[in-house]
């Protein structure tokens, strides 16, 4: 059996990812005695073109769909990324192969059986994709009932006719590296900066009201061992020379133990490495944790603190608190750790009164140069823990909603419109905040002009530099303040009752 496993993101921002997923799914299906090829479209200038070429060239048996992201999380003019995964990839695929195609990837862990009517697909699977999608082309090959295929969802004439539970891999030990580099092209990758991802462990503990990482991985933290990460690691930098490694837990410091131990490990290997982890958690940040931190060679942080109000951050049923916060700050600063900041404003019983809070105390956590990015309500997906919430508020719209498409979350105290003019607020006020839902669409020529700046200009600073270094040149001639005076003379009434 020839398989062929395409990656259909071409979402870019804020650089483009590696397919990590996918490339993970290739290396076990490889392992387990498959040929299997790789059909990268990310960069891709016609995608059709290429699917044609690639199916010539590969001939496969069964085709696997990688689908990364429904759409870019913002609540604001979100942009709806399945209709493009729809118009250049599924459909010209449905076109040129009369075989199975397999859809797989975070998306369908959160949205599957919708998904598949989407796109009017048979196959889709959920959960640990190693595993089950080994089964699934085992049993097509040897024409076995798919019944017992983990985490598979089949559609057939309009119904779901299998839909099973998603399958989680206990061992992650057993699984084989993932080693990007055999199965795409990274070049292209690296011209934008682009890290290779590593996992030090799947499924999340916590419960926060608009995530759907529990659905995606599971609720049960299952780690892999510190020393075959570091292990890893080394093998990335030995076969590619590529320092450049991100974390992509949803967690990545929970359970501290587990993460220290990790972090010794990578130490011990004296690499000279570029590590960052978008996952840190306020709730569990000591000065071991950082110093470790320093010495594995961790170059920038992100950290999702979502809110500075205690009121907010019981809401979202965060784990940690605003003391928290700042004292995490203190800590990744006295290391002169440069951070960005997650604030995600909206949450249910939000008010004027917690985002002053919020936003008072982002800016004693944060350092002039750190960036804040701010999001401007949330986005509800199913399976998330705000869906029971926004249906007791919204009881007679049950039956309208599935939440594949883009559904914000109205808080009944504050409206989305007011919430995103007091955000476009803030943001106007200090050059080290970014407005998330304004830049979403931002076009590839000015991404690729972005990185050829900072390449040029400061090489040895994160990506993100480059929006405050372009904000506060905006705020050195003058910009910024015309901007801010336009958009207070066409909001006065409103941020007069904002500010009251």
């Known amino acids: 059996m020839k398989v062929l496993l395409v990656n259909s993101n071409r979402y870019k921002l804020p650089v483009p990812p590696m397919p990590f997923g996918l490339c993970c799914i290739a290396a076990a299906v490889e392992r387990a005695g498959y040929s299997v090829h790789v059909l990268d479209l990310c960069f891709s200038k016609n995608c059709s073109k290429d699917i044609e070429k690639s199916l010539a060239q590969v001939q496969p048996d069964i085709i696997g769909v990688s689908v990364r992201n429904i759409d870019t999380c913002a609540t604001y003019q979100t942009l709806f990324l399945l209709n493009e ?53 085992r ?17 057939k004439n309009d119904e779901i006719v299998i839909d099973n539970a998603p399958l989680r891999i206990d061992n992650l030990d057993s699984l084989p590296f993932t080693r990007h580099h055999r199965f795409i092209d990274i070049k292209p990758y690296l011209q934008f900066s682009s890290p290779i991802q590593v996992q030090t462990k799947r499924g999340c503990s916590q419960n926060c009201v608009y995530c759907t990482y529990n659905t995606i991985e599971g ?4 780690p892999r061992s510190p020393e075959r990460i570091a292990d890893e690691i080394e093998l990335i930098v030995k076969e590619t020379g590529i320092r450049h490694i991100e974390f992509t837990d949803s967690n990545f410091n929970i359970p501290i133990d587990h993460t220290k131990a990790v ?18 958690n306020p709730g569990a940040v000591d000065e ?11 170059k920038h942080i992100e950290v999702g603190v979502e809110s500075g109000c205690n009121i907010t951050l019981k809401a979202l049923r965060k784990n940690f608190n605003k003391e928290q916060i700042l004292k995490t700050s203190q800590l990744l600063h006295s290391k002169n750790l440069p951070v960005i900041w997650y604030v995600l404003t909206g949450a249910p019983g939000e008010t004027k009164e917690t985002l002053n809070e919020t936003f008072e105390t982002i800016q004693l956590a944060a350092s002039g140069t750190d960036l804040v990015v701010i999001g401007n309500g949330i986005r509800m997906y199913k399976g998330a823990p705000i869906i029971k919430i926004w249906q007791k508020e919204n009881s007679q719209r049950k039956a309208e909603a599935n939440f594949l ?42 991404l690729k002009l972005q990185t050829k700046l900072m390449k040029m200009l400061a090489p040895n600073k994160p990506w993100w530099k480059s929006f405050i270094f372009f904000n506060n040149f905006l705020s050195k001639i003058g910009i910024s303040f015309i901007r801010r005076f336009i958009f207070d003379a066409k909001n006065r009434d409103l941020l007069t009752q904002i500010q009251s």
């Open 85 to 137: 995964v729809k118009e250049l990839v599924i459909d010209p695929l449905k076109k040129a192969f009369s075989g199975p195609i397999v859809i797989g990837g975070p998306s369908v862990g959160i949205s599957g059986s919708e998904m598949l009517s989407f796109f009017d697909l048979e196959f889709a699977i959920r959960g640990d994709g190693e595993v089950s999608m080994i089964d699934f082309i």
């Open 219 to 222: 609720h049960r933290v299952r």
């Open 139 to 155: 049993s097509l090959e040897k024409k076995m009932p798919l019944e017992n295929v983990g985490g598979l969802i089949r559609r």
């Open 288 to 298: 071991e944790l950082v110093e470790l931190m320093v010495k594995a060679n961790f």
């Open 263 to 280: 972090l010794r490990e990578i130490a011990k290997k004296n690499l000279d490495l570029n590590l960052h982890t978008m996952g840190l």
């Open 405 to 446: 498409k883009p559904m914000a979350y109205n808080p009944t105290t504050i409206s989305l419109e007011t919430l995103r003019k007091y955000n476009k607020r803030i943001a106007l006020q200090h050059p080290n905040f970014f407005f998330f839902d304004e830049t979403q669409r931002m076009p590839f020529w000015a």
